[in-house]
């Protein structure tokens, strides 16, 4: 009985055509499909979640939080190109729900399924278009595989997707909920990556861009006239301040760092540095967001490719929207600067193209016809959720893979293995020496961190050496080995895609009951004889 009452054949029903747009805000069919889309944005981004290593930046995220608690706030290095949101945001994670992997990769979970809650809220005006925007968003690969990392892009991209929802309800509607998104979407932008320009710029001028054709093409139908709450100047004036202190507040350290403001302004130096530059080592071709799409994001490619057909779609929105999501490809690949993570600042305006693309083929053709299209993107969305299962549950650290950007392999999963189980057995021995002698060991400086008895060191130097476990590259061999002053075993580890694979030695004494078919047991060079 319940399923009869789903409304399936109803995709097939435009509910956003190009004309006037409406408010849905009665069709239970739209907010049933929205939360079933969501559902399933949710388990693609939590099932499994510490299957994965963690990656270089997650590393380092995680060791930028141990200093914070050091500390007690948060040190803005203009050199680092991320601001400090969210690493306090990671900070109240960790109080709630202890140190770890799953903590890390929880924030950026939930912001990435925010993404998709706040696109699926265009609803409202945009009707089945914004739940085929979401459907596209909750089954991207990019959009998945990033969304299990703790990186910043989750954030970042939720801020922009609740600037523009705030900016789309103010022109529609107006009041004051309008005000406080676009405010915490401009100011969290501010406050995640320095990179917050290029969306607003690109979209004040795809706004700009639709003004001027507005002139010389017949002019998209405007909303139905709905009564605009209006909002005192008052109450705009004190979000605009709020958003000003909260910046502050938190590039300063809640005022610890005062300079920190300072460094604010200074960061565009250095990331422009890098970002034209070409001493990175990330610089790509100007073809290599389409060749990521061409590969992983078909649906949105195909979106790419039809967006001129958008112009046949009455709604300024959709007008504004296109061109953002073709700005924003276009300045991407602009900049030398490219890392696959960045793809998903693109791909929210294009989906939003895709929909409005679904609505107006299926407004624009008449049955049987009208299938064809739901077919099609039925057909696209399924590749999309293929690899997506594909890349994050088969092959997340497959070097292969262009998304598997520097990322950490999972010998370095087996290695933690090891010392968990030790200290399973023996508690006491969560003291133990862990000597590192790779001059690259990201991400181990977190995952190690909470040994007290953590040092560095470099191969060049090492004497003596009887710590209960020494990590080395594969340059470092010869010299680690010959300062070992007991029994080892040795085992291969490879810590990222970019290194060679080095060594993980386990002090015989210590890990006595260690068995893998690939280690074996390295004895101490022999006293050479005196003359």
Request: overall charge positive; hydrophobic content about 50%; proline content about 8%.
């Amino acid at each position: 009985m319940f399923l009869s009452k789903i409304p399936v054949m109803s995709l097939l029903t435009p509910t956003g055509p190009p004309g006037p747009l409406k408010v849905f805000t009665r069709i239970p069919a739209l907010w049933w499909q929205g939360a079933c889309v969501l559902l399933v944005a949710l388990l693609l981004r939590t099932v499994l979640l510490e299957i994965k290593p963690p990656h270089f930046d997650e590393g380092i995220n995680g060791w930028f939080l141990d200093q914070m608690w050091r500390q007690g706030f948060y040190r803005y290095d203009p050199s680092n190109y991320h601001g400090p949101l969210y690493l306090y945001l990671l900070m109240l994670a960790e109080l709630l729900m202890g140190r770890g992997l799953l903590t890390l990769r929880l924030v950026a979970v939930l912001f990435s399924a925010g993404i998709v809650a706040v696109v699926l809220l265009h609803c409202r005006w945009f009707g089945r278009a914004a739940i085929w925007a979401g459907l596209v968003l909750a089954l991207s690969p990019a959009m998945v595989f990033y969304g299990r990392y703790a990186i910043h892009e989750s954030l970042f991209i939720f801020c922009q997707a609740l600037f523009l929802y705030g900016y789309i309800r103010w022109d529609l509607e107006g009041g004051r909920a309008a005000v406080v998104c676009m405010t915490i979407g401009v100011a969290g932008s501010i406050a995640t990556k320095e990179t917050f320009f290029i969306f607003l710029g690109t979209w004040f001028i795809a706004v700009a861009l639709v003004h001027l054709l507005q002139r010389f093409l017949p002019a998209p139908n405007a909303s139905i006239p709905q009564p605009r709450e209006p909002v005192p100047r008052a109450f705009v004036l004190g979000c605009v301040a709020a958003g000003v202190a909260a910046v502050l507040l938190l590039f300063s350290g809640f005022l610890a760092n005062p300079a920190g403001v300072r460094d604010m302004v200074m960061a565009f130096a250095p990331w422009l540095a890098t970002g034209t530059g070409d001493a990175s080592g990330h610089e790509k071709p100007f073809w290599y967001w389409l060749q990521l799409l061409a590969r992983y994001e078909w649906p949105l490619l195909a979106t790419l490719l039809a967006l001129p057909a958008l112009l046949l779609h009455e709604s300024r929105w959709s007008w504004r929207l296109g061109a953002t999501g073709f700005g924003l490809v276009l300045a991407y690949s602009l900049i030398p600067y490219k890392t696959p993570w960045l793809i998903i600042g693109m791909l929210m305006p294009l989906s939003f193209a895709f929909g409005f693309l679904m609505e107006l083929a299926l407004a624009r053709l008449k049955a049987p016809w009208r299938l064809a299209p739901v077919v099609l993107g039925c057909v696209l969305l399924s590749v999309s959720l293929y690899t997506s299962l594909r890349l994050n549950f088969r092959d997340y650290a497959s070097f292969s893979e262009p998304y598997v950007y520097v990322q950490t392999s999972p010998d370095v999963n087996r290695l933690m293995a090891n010392l968990d189980s030790l200290i399973e057995v023996f508690p006491a021995r969560r003291n133990l020496s862990v000597l590192v002698v790779t001059p690259d060991p990201w991400p181990l400086p977190w995952l190690l961190g909470r040994f007290p008895g953590l040092s560095y060191g470099s191969a060049e130097s090492v004497r003596d050496l009887t710590a209960d476990v020494v990590i080395s590259d594969a340059k470092g061999q010869a010299q680690v080995e010959a300062a070992l002053r007991a029994l080892y075993y040795r085992q291969p580890l490879k810590v990222r895609d970019a290194t060679d694979t080095g060594w993980a030695y386990y002090k015989l004494d210590t890990f006595i009951a260690m068995n893998s078919g690939d280690t074996e047991l390295i004895a101490p060079p022999a006293p050479q004889a005196s003359p």
